[in-house]
């Protein structure tokens, strides 16, 4: 015997397994031009695909020749298994090569096809709860809050109910002053009067605890001011004070520049104005640079580029001697400020007489 | 309060701009709010504050302009040259309340010829906003805007006797004023009379019966002095607010009477052709002594950090018309110095160093943040406030904000919370000055805002509303006849849900819309109390007026009442004509807030599977869910980890009395896997408790 090892049965059949293979496989031929690949409906992709996994588990499955070929190495003299095993290897690298390039490119159209017959119009609302929504008051004293939190003050509140004394007298607003009028400030029947600012809660603050002091008030303010696009009987207003020694109207200054810096934003600029409030002494009225138009001049700041954001000062010295606290060892500021003015200016409301109406489709407009 | 750019300039030289004079102005306190220009002016409004009166007037601004200019304010020049003749021959004055008149300044100028004023009175007068009347009336009311001094001119003929008597009015006693108005006085207003009757109304306004007009000859011209309470609540009773009143009410320089009649007959003598009196007559038994007020000069650095030399702040202060008392020298470190007269609003040495500080400039302070002495805090229950609003945000709802008042015909419309006491109106605060008709009370509940919110809305058009309150409401404290006690106030949470009814069949996006019920609500209270991590509210059945029999609950936390909810009332739903379902409930916000935590604690978790056995069972209607599960519970049954609900079903296959509960039972062993039958065997045991205890038909 001296012809090679091609001549050995085993062999032969291994080449004849290739050639029924080849012949089957001829009908894929086309599907190596991604052209033809590309014209497939989506349907018949996957179809195809299923032919030729079947054609794949087919030559090269478990059951396959090629599988009961690999078992015969046993059988073949030893000098020729290196040879026979080559032969495999090749055979089925062929095999598994011509499927797999077409397969890989049929399932990548299958994807593409599918995954474009199932696209989602994304721009479709998500599912969810509607949640409902804060009041703007809230969401804007709860920053308020915040800012002064973080910069050593503690939150205060007091009755909304007060006496004279907590609303006036303390205040050093005096007997005759028009704000004690029932024109401008609302009385109960029994002699008490709804709090016209929450400086009461100065008073009752510097009463119960001594300095060094830090607190603000924020809260539910009642003043007889006929309801306009301006002016509501009742409104929020937050209250500052702050009592130490050494302290001056630099520290004002300071203290609501940086307020108002964390509130609208690090470029806005604050003036201070002199001014006049029973309770403070010097006085001043404090105004920001519009948030609109950065000081240029717009309709929210009627042109002028500041707005209002209230009045301060330092505590005037029969405030404190009301509350036994000696002016000449401590000193103070305080300060008032709208919480609805800031809102409506915000949230450019022309009308703040929204606020307080609870129409839902005003209140559903506002987000933290 | 109108300022003309021309006339200030007739007391400051100045070149300034107006748009400057607004910008220096507004920095000194003088808010300049606008400027208009009319012809060859401007004219600024000027917001004075309510303690500078003197600035009511032209000098007042002029001299606040020539600090501001270093420059020197220039009084108008009074020509006494024609004077003849003695008032107080001719004039007699008695003051009868010196309280409410503690001067009184008249002086008579004779011969005068009443008619149109001169072009340039008129402008001038115009361009602040003032009418032209005749030159006399006009006279007055130029120099009452150039000093800031009302002064009022009579016919002297009109004056019964030549007797001026300042007296208070009668109690039946009436004027016409000059604006032709019938006017009923009273005992508290002060009146100029004559022997015979009242002239004019003291500080407020004068009568028809002493007018000037053009047969009038001799003018009496009073320069007086009126306390400013008095004006003040005069001009209100009355409402009468007149230029003179405005003024008087908030104060005038005592000072200046004199100078200031002097000024008018000048004015007359000039234009109205008329000759003055020598003297005046002048009634003033209590003249004040000007006050005194000390400065420390360090006190001005230490107040405001603005560093000041003695020379600048004794500059600014004397131009500003103090006066260091002699015995003061500047070398000193302290001063004193005597207040202006026309300044009522300087009493302590914060005072003077204020004057200082908006001269200096409040722009020159610098800024500086206070260092840290104290620690930040939010409120005691803020933490938990913010997590309830949260929560219910996440049940839907949003957050109203009501008017703090409410409508007497609401009293009795509700049951207020556990409490508060409910015998009678005598518990609910009182305005007695309301802005308007049905805002008359305190609220003492939130649910009425609530209802008018949800009204709101509906006439809007908008019927899915679900909204939350958190606020307080009022009621008089146990002592309530006591005067000056406060009233409690008590922090509620109030929710109102309302949805259209739905019609069969119909479907939605979300899908979420199903009819509004009493569940809806009760799980966002439930969803609080797991938010804030309290012991979970109880709900039993009750009687509350506001609410719909058998859709009511009392709320309870730890056993004790805090609230209730339920479906509203047929009446009050019929009252506000909402003709769908609503559900509302207020609960005592501070018991929930200061309700204790429940303290977490780790569980292990089950090792082994458990079986899972639903039942459903026909009951009686009387008969509670939370009957049912407290009997499971205590049946201690093998195995039975957890009993749930799923769902109820009432309506077609159920009679009337009866309800299909629906349960789950789930059973488990702690140290193997359960077998079927074992927990078949455990569940049928509880199924036959069931049917003998409560009859319970399994379906």
Known sequence: ?368 | MKISYNWLREFVATGLAPSEVTARLTMVGLAVDSVEQIGDDYVFDVEVASNRPDCLSHIGVARELAVILRTNLQLPFVNKSRVVGSSSDLISVRIDDVDLCPRYSARVVRNVKVGPSPDWLVARLASIGQRSINNIADITNYVMHEVGKPIHAFDLSQITDAQIIVRRARSDESIITLDGVVRRLDREMLVIADSMRAVAIGGVMGAENSEISVDTKDVLIESALFQTESIWRTAGRLGLQSEAAYRFSRGVDPEVCLAVIDRAFDLMCEIAGGTADNDAVDVYPNRKSPAQVSLRQERIEQITALRVDEAESERILLDLGFLPRENSAINQRVRDYLVPSWRFDVHREEDLVEEIARHVGYEKIATHLPASTTIGAYQKHEGRRRAIRQSLNGAGFSEAINLSFSDSSHDNLFDLLPGLKTEGQHQFLTLVNPIAEGFDRMRPTLLSGLLNAVRTNLNHGIRDVRLFEIGRIFVKDQGELQESKLPQERESLGLIATRPHVKAGSTSGSGDKGELNFYDVKGALEAIAEAINIAPFEFTPATVRHLRSGQSAIVLLEGRPIGSLGRLSHEIADAFRFKQPTFIAELDLSLIEEASQTPVRYQPLARFPSVLRDASLLIDRQIKLSDVMAFVRTLNADYLAEVSFVGVYEGSGVADDKRSLTLKFEYRSPDRTLHDEEADEAHSKIMNMLQNSFGAILR
Request: charged share 30%; proline share 5%; with cysteine.
């Open chain 1, 1 to 368: 015997m001296s012809s090679g090892p091609e001549a050995l049965p085993h062999h032969q059949q291994a080449q004849e397994t290739l050639e029924v293979f080849r012949r089957e496989f001829e009908r894929f031929e086309r599907f190596n031009d991604d052209s033809m690949i590309e014209r497939l409906a989506l349907s018949d992709a996957r179809e195809v695909v299923r032919d030729l996994e079947a054609v794949k588990i087919k030559y090269t499955g478990r059951k396959s020749s090629l599988s009961k070929l690999k078992k015969m190495i046993g059988d073949i003299a030893t000098e020729h298994r290196r040879d026979f095993n080559q032969l495999l290897r090749r055979i089925e690298e062929e095999i598994t090569t011509s499927i797999e390039r077409i397969e890989t490119a049929l399932t990548e159209h299958v994807r593409l096809r599918g995954a474009q017959r199932d696209a989602l119009d994304v721009t479709i609302p998500g599912h969810r709860l509607e949640s409902g929504r804060l009041h703007p008051i809230t969401l804007l004293r709860q920053r308020i809050e915040d800012i002064f939190v973080a910069m050593g003050y503690q939150i205060e509140d007091g009755p909304e109910v007060e006496t004279n004394f907590y609303n006036f007298t303390a205040l050093n607003i005096p007997e005759s002053h028009p704000a004690r009028s029932p024109l401008d400030t609302f009385y109960l029947d029994n002699g008490l009067a709804l709090r016209p600012q929450t400086s009461t809660v100065q008073i009752r603050t510097m009463k119960r605890s001594r300095p060094p002091l830090r607190i603000i008030a924020p809260g539910r303010c009642f003043r007889r001011d006929t309801p306009d696009a301006t002016h509501n009987p009742m409104f929020f207003q937050v209250e500052g004070l702050l009592v130490d020694r050494h302290i001056s109207m630099a520290d004002l200054k300071g203290t609501l520049r940086e307020f108002v810096r964390r509130l609208f934003g690090a470029q806005t600029v604050t003036r201070f104005r002199p001014s006049f409030f029973p309770f403070t002494e010097p006085s001043a009225e404090v105004d920001y640079s519009c948030f609109k138009c950065n000081g240029k001049g717009c309709s929210i700041c009627k042109g002028t580029g500041w707005i209002e954001l209230g009045g301060s000062g330092m505590v005037h010295p029969n405030v404190l001697e009301a509350v036994d606290i000696d002016p000449e060892e401590w000193r103070g500021f305080a300060f008032g400020l709208g919480i609805d003015r800031m809102c409506a200016l915000m949230y450019g409301l022309n009308d703040i007489r929204l606020l307080y109406e609870n129409d839902m489709r005003f209140l559903r407009q506002f987000k933290s």
